[in-house]
């Protein structure tokens, strides 16, 4: 008996259309809830660091000495944190993917603003 659900399952299989799509050649079904890649608006980044301590892969680095944000795409799991805890919500979630690579995909994006150091902060250094 098993045997026969076997041949079925099989043949439902052979004669039904595939599962999957050859992407990158077809392109990807997408929604508006689809995650495709982390986008910044550089302009808008107050370079607080929320985003790289909420990343959950580590694939998000500020470097606030060089006013840069960077973001490896091969550590990212797309979990959107770093979108939803954005405070001036610079993030946005991309229903694009990024094109396939052999490559390491590390981006690198020069932010314009970053935050003063505080008054106590000052202190500290200084003293
Ligand atoms: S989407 Fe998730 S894993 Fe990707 S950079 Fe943002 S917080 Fe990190
Ligand atoms: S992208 Fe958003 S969370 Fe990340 S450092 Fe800039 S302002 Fe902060």
Same mark, same amino acid.
């Given at each position: 008996m098993a045997f026969f659900e076997m041949v079925k399952t099989a043949l439902r299989t @052979?004669? +039904?259309r595939p599962a999957t799509i050859r992407y990158p050649a077809e392109p990807a079904k997408? =929604?508006?809830l689809t995650r495709g890649? @982390? =986008?910044i608006?550089? +302009?808008r980044c107050i370079s607080c660091g =929320? %985003? &790289?301590r909420k990343c959950p892969a &580590?694939?998000?680095l500020l470097n606030k000495e060089e006013k840069t944000w960077q973001m490896d795409r091969?550590? %990212?799991v797309v979990c959107? +944190? %770093?979108v939803d805890t954005c405070p001036v919500k610079c993030l946005f979630m991309d229903t694009q993917y990024t094109a396939p690579t052999v490559t390491r995909g590390v981006e690198i994006v020069t932010i314009t603003y970053v935050k003063p150091v505080k008054a106590a902060d000052k202190g500290e250094i200084q003293g």
């Amino acid at each position: 008996m098993a045997f026969f659900e076997m041949v079925k399952t099989a043949l439902r299989t @052979v004669l +039904s259309r595939p599962a999957t799509i050859r992407y990158p050649a077809e392109p990807a079904k997408k =929604t508006l809830l689809t995650r495709g890649h @982390v =986008t910044i608006d550089e +302009s808008r980044c107050i370079s607080c660091g =929320t %985003c &790289q301590r909420k990343c959950p892969a &580590q694939a998000i680095l500020l470097n606030k000495e060089e006013k840069t944000w960077q973001m490896d795409r091969l550590r %990212c799991v797309v979990c959107n +944190s %770093c979108v939803d805890t954005c405070p001036v919500k610079c993030l946005f979630m991309d229903t694009q993917y990024t094109a396939p690579t052999v490559t390491r995909g590390v981006e690198i994006v020069t932010i314009t603003y970053v935050k003063p150091v505080k008054a106590a902060d000052k202190g500290e250094i200084q003293g």
